[in-house]
C-alpha cells in the first residue's frame, strides 16, 4: 500500500472536517478583546498593540478581499482566516503524529502492510480530532485573533522539521532549514509562539545528524536555547536597535533626511551576510553557510515590520504607539508601555523596586530626534529581598496581587516572604492554577464559564466522575443549575482524552526515547516555559488558557500515539485485524468524538453578534460630534471595529483612557479622525514627551488656599503645564510637577449649553462646575488628560464616558447624565435625581438598541459577553425607574418589556450565578424592582421565578459546604464574619462569605416586594 498516497488524502480528510467545524461555529462578527482591534487593523492596514502583527494585519486584508472588500463582511472575512489556519494546523498536526506513530509501527525499514497504515492513520486520526476539538484551541480558531493564525505557523514548522529528518539522507534536502527560519520570519509578525519550536527542532536536527550521546544531547538542547535567545534578541531586538541608531546618527550628525541611516543599516548588514556566506561556500563552512541563509530568510520574513511604519506615517485612526519611525520601532517591539518584570533575579512584593535610568530616550522631532529624557526602568536587582527565581514580585496591588501571594503562598500576615513561599506559589498558582487548570479544561472537563477565582465554585477543572468531583470541590449536584447541569460550558470528557494523552506519552518514551525528548520539549516550551517567563501576578483581568495552546498541541501527539498501545492490548485478546478496528473505533468515541459532542454548544458563535451591538449601543447614545471616554479592552476595540470597520457613527471620537498616559496617543487627538475633528489638549507636544508630566503630585504650594476652588483650564495650563521652579520640585535628576489644590471649577458657557440643547426645561444650570479630587495624592498623566479635554472644550462637544465607575476618584461622576449607555458630562444635577436624560435615553433604546441576536434560540454567552448584557439590563433599568419617578409608568414598562422581548431568558438568564459579589442576580433583582414599580407584574413574576430559583439554589449550595444549618442562620453568620464580630462558617463557606450575604438579602428583598406589590383580588396583570 503507498503510505504517502494514504498520508495524504487520510490528511487533507481530517483537515476538512476540522475546516468545516470551524467554519460552522466561527462568529458572526466582531468578538471581544483584541478581535474588534485587528479586523479594524486589516480593514485598513492599520496599526494595533504592541508588538504588532504585520502579516497577520496583511493577510487580513487579503481575506477581506476575499470576501468583497464589504464592511459588513469584514469581520466574517477574518474569521474565516482563522478558522481556515485553524483547520491546516490540524493536517500538520496529523501529519506530525503519523511520523512519529509510523516510527514506532514500521519494523525494520520493512515496507508497511495496509493493518500497519490504518493503525498509523487511525493515531493521526483520533490525536488531529481531538486537538480540533480542543477548548482553548477552538475558542481561538472561530474568531478574528492572532492566535489561531499563530498555530498555524508553529505546526507548520514543527512539521517541516520532521519532513526534513524524512528526507535528511537526500541532496538538498536541508532546503526544509531555510524554510524553517523563513516561515518563523514570517511568523514573527503574526505571534512569537513560533520561536518556541526551535530547542526540539535542533534536538532533530542533532539526532539525525550526529551520534547522540548523553552530554550530546544535553550540548544540543543548550545550543537550541541559545539560539532562541540570540533570534528573540538579536535577530528581533538588536536589528532593529543598531538600525535605529544608524537613523539616529545619520539624521542629527550627518544632517541626512530620516530613514536613511535604517536603509543604510540593513544595506551594511546585507553586505557582511553576502560576504560570511562567500567566506562559509571558500572554506566548506557548511553549518556557517546553513546558519547564514537561515538568519538571512528569517529577515527577510521578518520584513513585513517595515509596513507597519509605512502605513503608521499615513497616520490611520487605530495608530498604537505611532511607529512613524525607526526609534519607537524600538519600543514597540520591546513592548515598553507595558512594563517590565523580574524572571530569574527579583525582589518579594513586599518591597517596590527602585527605578533606573538607562541611555537617551529619543523620540522623533520636525527634522531631527530629539532627547526626551532617560529610558526608565525596574531595579529589581537591588532591593533587601531580592532572590533567585523571584515568584511574589508585583508590590502594586492594583488587583488583590498581595493576597493572592499570601493565599497560594501560605504566607502569614505580617511575614516577610521565604524562598518557599515563592515555590509554594510558584506549584500552586502559577504551574496549577495558571497552566494545569487549563490543561484538564482541554483533556478532562471544564466545571462552568466563570472565571475562576480559587474558589471551589468557579471554573475549576473536572473529571465528570461524580466521586472524584465532590472530593474535590463538594457536592456538585447542590451546584445552582445555572453554573452547573444548565451551563453549556459544563463539559465532561471523564479525563478520557489526558489517560489516552499519557499511554501515549508512556509509550512513546519506551518505544521511541528520542521522539520523545523532541515532542518533549516542544511540550516543555510552550506551557511550563511560558509559565516561567510570565511569572504571573494574580488576579488576571481574564483566563488565559490561549497562551499554552502549543503545549496541548504536543499532548494531542501523545493522544494520538495512545491509539498504537491500545491497538496493541487489544491484540493480546482478538485478532490483529479485529483489534485494529476495534482500538481505533473505541478511542475516536472516547475521545474526539466525546470532545465534540460535550463542547460543540459552548464553541458554537455563528449567531452572535454582541461586540459590534455593544459599540453600537454606546455610540448611538452620544450626540453628534462627541467625545466617548472609554475605560476597558472590550469597551474600546468593538468601538474601533463599528466605527472603522462598518462606519457606524464616524463624528464620534473614542478617546481611550489607558492610552492617554502616553505622549503618542495625546498627540494622536490633535488631528482629525474620520468626521471627528482635533481637539485642544492644552498641554503641548514638548510639554507631554516622554516621560514628561507622567505624574502629578497634589502638594499645597503658598499662595494657593485649600478651601478654594481653582479654575481648572487655569491649573492645568499654567500651574502644572509649568517648568516654573515654584510649581516643580527636584527629585534627583527628575523634575516632578505639582498640582497645589484638590478643588477645581470647571465655568459654565450657559450660551454653548443653551444652542447644544443640552439643556432642558426645568433644568437648572450651574454656572461652573465643582470638582473635589478626595483622597488622592497624585494624578497620572491619563488624569490629566481628562480635565485638560474638560477644560479646553469649553461646552463646545459634548463628553461622554462609557462608565462611571473611573469618574468617582477625579470628582466628576455628579455631573454626568445616563443617555441610553453611555454618560454624558452635564452642566447640572438632575432634578429627579436620577442622573438619566429620560428622553434621549427612551428614544436611543427603543429605536437605536441592537443586543447581540439574543433574542434567536440557542445563542450562547459567555461570561464576559453576560457580564455586557448585564450592562444594557442596567441601563433599561436605570431609564425605567427615572421614567416612573418620572410619573411615565407606561414608557417604563416599555423599556422593560423591550429589554425581554429582545433578550431570550434561555440565553441570557435573569437569574444566574455569577462572581464578582452576585453581579447578575443584583442587576436583575434591580429589574424586578423596575418591573413592579412600574405595574408590570406579569413580566416581574417571570423575573422573580427566574431569581428565585437560582437564589434558593445558592443557598442550598452554601449550606451543603458546612454543617446543616437554616437560611437565617447562615446568613447570620455571614453577616457577623464580614463585619469582623466573628461568626461561625466552614473554610469552604468563607470563600462565599460575600455571596451568601448578598443572596440571602436578595431573597429577603423578593419577598418583600411580593408582600408590597402583591395584586389585589380580582386586579389584572398589569396595574394602574
Avoid at 511568523?187 to 534536538?203: D, F, Q
Wanted: net charge neutral; glycine share 8%.
Amino acid at each position: 500500500m503507498n503510505f504517502k498516497k494514504v498520508n495524504n488524502i487520510t490528511g487533507w480528510v481530517v483537515c476538512l472536517i476540522a475546516c468545516m467545524v470551524y467554519i460552522l461555529t466561527m462568529e458572526a462578527g466582531g468578538s471581544f478583546w483584541d478581535c474588534g482591534e485587528f479586523v479594524s487593523s486589516a480593514y485598513k492596514l492599520q496599526i494595533p498593540h504592541p508588538p504588532g502583527a504585520p502579516l497577520f494585519v496583511m493577510m487580513g486584508r487579503f481575506f477581506i478581499i476575499l470576501f468583497g472588500d464589504n464592511p459588513m463582511t469584514a469581520a466574517r472575512a477574518v474569521n474565516f482566516m482563522s478558522a481556515v489556519l485553524s483547520g491546516f494546523t490540524i493536517l500538520f498536526l496529523f501529519w506530525s503524529i503519523t511520523h512519529f506513530a509510523r516510527k514506532i509501527v514500521q519494523k525494520n525499514a520493512l515496507s508497511l502492510d495496509s493493518q500497519q497504515v490504518f493503525t498509523i492513520m487511525a493515531a493521526g486520526a483520533v490525536g488531529a480530532l481531538a486537538y480540533t476539538f480542543c477548548d482553548s484551541f477552538w475558542y481561538s480558531a472561530v474568531e478574528g485573533e492572532v492566535y489561531g493564525s499563530s498555530s498555524f505557523f508553529t505546526a507548520l514548522v514543527f512539521w517541516a522539521i520532521l519532513k526534513w529528518e524524512d528526507e535528511a539522507d537526500k541532496p538538498g534536502a536541508d532546503r526544509w532549514l531555510i524554510f524553517i527560519f523563513y516561515m518563523m520570519g514570517l511568523s514573527i509578525g503574526v505571534h512569537l509562539l513560533n520561536l518556541l519550536t526551535i530547542p526540539a527542532i535542533v534536538m532533530v536536527y542533532y539526532y539525525k545528524r550526529y551520534t547522540p550521546t548523553a552530554w550530546g544531547s544535553i550540548f544540543a538542547f543548550f545550543i537550541g536555547c541559545v539560539i532562541t535567545g540570540l533570534v528573540q534578541k538579536f535577530v528581533i531586538q538588536y536589528t532593529i536597535k543598531g538600525a535605529a541608531w544608524f537613523d539616529i546618527l545619520f539624521v542629527n550628525s550627518f544632517n541626512l533626511p530620516f530613514f536613511w541611516g535604517f536603509g543604510f543599516f540593513f544595506i551594511l548588514l546585507t553586505f557582511l551576510l553576502v560576504v560570511t556566506l562567500r567566506y562559509a561556500v571558500r572554506k566548506k563552512y557548511y553549518l556557517l553557510k546553513i546558519a547564514v541563509w537561515s538568519v538571512a530568510f528569517m529577515l527577510v520574513g521578518y520584513s513585513t515590520y517595515f509596513t507597519t511604519m509605512i502605513r503608521s506615517n499615513a497616520d490611520p485612526a487605530v495608530d498604537m504607539f505611532n511607529v512613524d519611525n525607526p526609534v519607537s520601532l524600538v519600543g514597540y517591539l520591546s513592548r515598553d508601555q507595558y512594563g517590565d518584570w523580574p524572571i530569574v533575579y527579583g525582589p518579594d512584593f513586599t518591597d517596590r523596586p527602585g527605578r533606573t535610568e538607562g541611555s537617551d530616550q529619543y523620540i522623533k522631532g520636525k527634522d531631527k530626534y530629539i532627547i526626551a529624557g532617560k529610558t526608565v526602568g525596574q531595579d529589581w536587582n537591588n532591593t533587601p529581598s531580592s532572590h533567585f527565581f523571584p515568584r511574589m514580585w508585583d508590590n502594586s496591588n492594583d488587583r488583590g496581587q498581595g493576597e493572592v501571594y499570601k493565599s497560594y503562598g501560605n504566607v502569614a500576615e505580617g511575614d516577610a516572604p521565604t524562598m518557599g513561599n515563592n515555590i509554594r506559589y510558584f506549584i500552586t498558582y502559577q504551574t496549577y492554577w495558571m497552566y494545569l487548570r487549563y490543561f484538564f479544561w482541554n483533556f478532562s472537563g471544564k466545571q462552568n464559564d466563570l472565571q475562576g477565582f480559587a474558589n471551589i465554585r468557579d471554573g475549576n477543572a473536572i473529571s465528570g466522575i461524580p466521586f472524584i468531583d465532590n472530593w474535590l470541590y463538594g457536592d456538585q449536584s447542590k451546584m445552582p443549575d445555572s453554573i452547573h447541569t444548565k451551563n453549556k460550558s459544563y463539559n465532561r470528557m471523564y479525563a478520557l482524552p489526558f489517560i489516552l494523552g499519557m499511554i501515549g506519552l508512556v509509550f512513546q518514551y519506551n518505544r521511541n526515547r528520542r521522539d520523545f525528548i523532541v515532542n518533549g520539549l516542544l511540550f516543555f516550551f510552550t506551557g511550563m516555559a511560558i509559565v516561567i517567563y510570565l511569572n504571573q501576578a494574580g488576579q488576571q483581568p481574564r483566563e488565559r488558557d490561549y497562551a499554552y495552546v502549543g503545549s496541548f498541541y504536543a499532548f494531542a501527539i501523545w493522544i494520538g500515539l495512545g491509539v498504537i498501545w491500545v491497538k496493541e492490548m487489544f491484540e493480546k485478546f482478538m485478532k490483529a485485524p479485529v483489534a485494529n478496528y476495534v482500538s481505533a473505533g473505541l478511542c475516536l468515541l472516547a475521545v474526539p468524538v466525546l470532545m465534540g459532542n460535550q463542547e460543540w454548544d459552548d464553541h458554537d458563535r455563528s449567531k452572535k453578534t454582541l461586540a459590534r451591538d455593544l459599540a453600537r449601543d454606546y455610540l448611538e447614545s452620544c450626540p453628534p460630534n462627541a467625545m466617548l471616554f472609554s475605560f476597558g479592552d472590550n469597551d474600546t476595540y468593538p468601538l474601533w471595529y463599528a466605527q472603522e470597520v462598518e462606519g457606524i457613527r464616524p463624528d464620534v471620537r473614542v478617546v481611550v483612557n489607558s492610552l492617554l498616559g502616553t505622549d503618542w496617543y495625546m498627540n494622536e487627538l490633535r488631528y482629525k479622525i474620520n468626521k471627528s475633528d482635533p481637539f485642544d489638549v492644552i498641554f503641548t507636544e514638548e510639554q507631554i514627551q516622554g516621560n514628561k508630566r507622567d505624574v502629578a503630585y497634589i502638594t499645597p504650594l503658598p499662595g494657593f488656599d485649600q478651601k478654594k476652588y481653582y479654575d481648572l483650564y487655569d491649573m492645568m495650563k499654567n500651574v502644572v503645564g509649568s517648568d516654573d521652579p515654584k510649581y516643580t520640585q527636584q527629585q534627583d535628576d527628575d523634575i516632578l510637577n505639582l498640582l497645589p489644590v484638590k478643588k477645581l471649577t470647571v465655568p459654565v458657557d450657559l450660551a454653548a449649553v443653551r444652542a447644544s440643547g443640552l439643556a432642558k426645561e426645568g433644568d437648572s444650570v450651574l454656572s461652573e462646575l465643582k470638582i473635589d479630587i478626595g483622597n488622592r495624592s497624585y494624578l497620572l498623566k491619563n488624569d490629566l488628560a481628562i480635565y485638560a479635554i474638560i477644560a479646553a472644550n469649553h461646552w463646545k462637544r459634548p463628553i461622554c464616558f462609557t462608565s462611571t465607575q473611573e469618574l468617582n476618584d477625579l470628582g466628576l461622576a455628579k455631573y454626568v447624565r445616563l443617555t441610553g449607555l453611555a454618560y454624558q458630562l452635564v452642566p447640572f444635577e438632575s432634578k429627579n435625581g436620577s442622573g438619566v436624560d429620560l428622553d434621549r435615553a427612551y428614544n436611543t433604546i427603543m429605536t437605536h438598541f441592537a443586543y447581540g441576536s439574543a433574542d434567536k434560540p440557542e445563542v450562547y454567552y459567555d461570561e464576559e459577553n453576560r457580564r455586557h448584557l448585564n450592562s444594557i439590563r442596567m441601563a433599561h433599568t436605570q431609564v425605567a425607574f427615572a421614567l416612573v419617578d418620572a410619573g411615565k409608568k407606561d414608557s417604563a414598562r416599555n423599556i422593560l418589556e423591550h429589554f425581554d422581548k429582545n433578550v431570550r431568558e434561555s440565553n441570557f438568564p435573569y437569574g444566574m450565578t455569577s462572581n464578582r459579589g452576585n453581579q447578575q442576580d443584583l442587576i436583575s433583582t434591580d429589574f424586578l424592582q423596575a418591573c413592579y414599580v412600574a405595574g408590570d407584574t406579569v413580566l416581574a413574576k417571570k423575573v422573580e421565578a427566574s431569581l428565585k430559583k437560582d437564589l434558593q439554589q445558592q443557598m442550598r449550595y452554601y449550606k451543603s459546604l458546612g454543617d446543616e444549618t437554616s437560611d437565617d442562620q447562615l446568613a447570620t453568620n455571614a453577616y457577623m464574619l464580614l463585619q469582623g464580630k466573628g461568626g461561625t462558617l466552614s473554610d469552604k463557606q468563607q470563600e462565599f462569605t460575600q455571596d451568601i450575604f448578598t443572596t440571602y438579602r436578595m431573597l429577603m428583598q423578593i419577598d418583600q416586594m411580593d408582600k408590597q406589590f402583591a395584586p389585589k383580588p380580582g386586579a389584572s396583570g398589569l396595574l394602574k
